[in-house]
């Protein structure tokens, strides 16, 4: 019953280093989001993508890139991990719904911590 | 600037009932979702309001007043299930998801 999937629930990366999280949705939905969630915040958005090989930067992209190579994998990848991205990070996926009526489906997080 | 005010937390009792409140400033208005967060979970998908009113799903309600920028979240007949965080997210002019920093609902015995 799993609709998007996140690869990694836990990662543990040293400062410097490339770090890949995958998202993969199974629902042939249009868009998918990349967000990251901390404690006392809102939902930032990183970047997102409203097609194949299509992306968008959200409000807070620096540090940040992505890759949607095929519709259903959207993977976010920081390039060279810092103390700061130490988050949770959610996918979400979405159909394009009437007006502002897009429901977004998420996964159930990645938590990365960066020492 | 854009700002979603919630509580950071509040307390209920199993079987009660409580009201979790959303206010909102934000450039232009295009409807207003909350969502559920358990703990350690993927959020999900609650209500969507675009229209002033209160709208009813089961045990849960949501209401919405545009000219107040105000919303509330009711959850009727409290169950020890509904520990959870809830979040209200509003829709902008550019069609952009504004979220609030949730609000940690703990229910007691």
């Known amino acids: 019953d799993v609709k998007v999937t996140q690869s990694s629930r836990y990662l543990v990366k040293r400062t410097g280093e490339k770090v890949f999280l995958e998202c993969v949705q199974d629902m042939d939905h249009e868009n998918m989001f990349w967000y990251r969630q901390d404690p006392g915040l809102g939902l930032r958005l990183i970047y997102f993508s409203y097609d194949v090989k299509m992306k968008e930067k959200g409000d807070i992209p620096e540090g940040y890139s992505v890759s949607r190579e095929k519709k259903e994998r959207f993977s976010l990848i920081l390039e060279s991990a810092s103390t700061n991205q130490t988050s949770m990070y959610l996918c979400?996926?979405?159909?394009w719904g009437e007006g502002g009526a897009n429901v977004l489906t998420f996964g159930a997080g990645s938590r990365l911590t960066v020492l | 600037g854009q700002n979603i005010d919630q509580p950071t937390e509040m307390t209920a009792t199993e079987g009660a009932i409580v009201q979790i409140n959303c206010t909102y400033q934000t450039s232009g208005f295009n409807g207003l979702f909350w969502y559920q967060q358990h703990a350690g979970e993927a959020p999900t998908f609650l209500s969507y309001n675009v229209l002033d009113g209160l709208e009813e799903k089961g045990r849960f309600s949501s209401f919405l007043s545009r000219s107040k920028g105000y919303s509330y979240l009711l959850l009727k007949e409290l169950q020890m299930k509904d520990s959870a965080s809830y979040l209200c997210a509003v829709v902008d002019s550019n069609y952009q998801l504004i979220w609030g920093a949730g609000t940690k609902l703990i229910i007691k015995p």
């Open positions: 979400a996926s979405s159909l």
